[in-house]
């Protein structure tokens, strides 16, 4: 594989089967990751990566491979991580769309909707919403306007307000999401490893 920031599908499955694997690291919400993720890999939100940060990265002394639905969110987690000094961070090009369909091993589970998909509705529903009442209330397509602004600066800085407040919402929250479940995953049984790349 190659030593930039990003290895694709295929790469990531030929790595998978050597003795120094890297470690999988997927930064969705608790619900995606239940939905559907590859065997083997640590669910570690990226809203709790974030926040612990120091104390996760002290666990992470072999080669990483952060996943999300497309990218965007590894991306995040990739850019963190190497601010806190990790240079053994690489990104699965295009997540897991990308691992799906090359057809590769999943674990599926109870099927939820991700993450981005919630935030289509949220803030189509807000919008809709905004501009019926608008017609009789006046000032209220405002709110439509906020939140189509809102979107604006969320493309422009790929980061977004409303899907990280509904990362929180219970529907994305899984029952061990929390530090001290997540760090003590990430001490357990992967041990140390040499570099795969």
């Known amino acids: 594989m190659s030593s930039s920031a990003t290895v694709n599908s295929t790469e990531l499955q030929e790595s998978m089967s050597c003795s120094r694997a890297p470690r999988l690291i997927d930064v969705r919400t608790p619900g995606e990751f239940e939905t559907v993720h590859i065997p083997g890999a640590y669910n570690v939100p990226l809203d709790l990566l974030r926040e612990h940060r120091d104390e996760i990265v002290e666990h992470l002394d072999q080669d990483i491979v952060l ?3 497309s990218g965007q969110r590894a991306a995040q987690a990739d850019e963190t991580l190497r601010r806190a000094g990790l240079t053994n961070v690489h990104v699965l090009e295009g997540g897991m769309t990308a691992w799906e ?11 939820r909707w991700d993450l981005e998909r919630q935030v289509r509705l949220v803030a189509g529903l807000i919008v809709a919403v905004s501009v019926l009442v608008g017609a009789f209330v006046p000032g209220v397509q405002w709110v439509a306007f906020a939140i189509g602004a809102g979107l604006t600066v969320a493309a422009l800085t790929n980061t977004c307000a409303m899907g990280m407040m509904l990362a929180r919402l219970p529907y994305n929250r899984g029952a061990s999401c929390d530090a001290q479940t997540i760090v003590a995953q990430l001490v357990g049984p992967a041990g140390k490893s040499a570099s795969v790349w």
């Open 67 to 69: 996943i999300c639905r």
């Open 101 to 111: 369909n090359k057809g590769f091993a999943v674990k599926r589970g109870t099927e």
